[in-house]
């Protein structure tokens, strides 16, 4: 992980009470109350290396939720990666950039 890191937390766009759960979040982790505002959002933090086991951790407390982090290192491009987290369990996954095959008929 690099020195430096943007983090957004989402849940279902439908769940009622998202707010109160990024808030609960943020009140049970000291880096995830800096890195994260009140909506789940962050501009850039210095650290906060036990993201994905904190968000594991409190998943246990709403078993039904699937939480997704993301997160994007302060060099971009291919440093980012998001956290999924539900019910104690979780899992990270890196971004993959790709390029289409070469294709001579775009070519003018």
Request: charged content about 30%.
């Amino acid at each position: 992980m690099s020195a430096g890191n943007y983090f957004n937390l989402h849940l279902p766009i439908d769940y009622p009470d998202t707010e109160k759960i990024i808030a609960d979040f943020r009140k049970s982790y000291k880096d995830a109350e800096v890195a994260l505002n009140e909506k789940g959002s962050s501009l850039f933090v210095p650290h906060w290396y036990d993201h994905e086991e904190d968000l594991k951790e409190f998943s246990k407390k709403y078993p039904d939720i699937l939480f997704v982090l993301w997160c994007e290192s302060e060099n971009g491009g291919d440093d980012a990666w998001k956290v999924y987290a539900k019910n104690g369990k979780s899992y990270s996954d890196y971004v993959v950039i790709s390029y289409p095959e070469f294709d001579e008929t775009k070519m003018i």
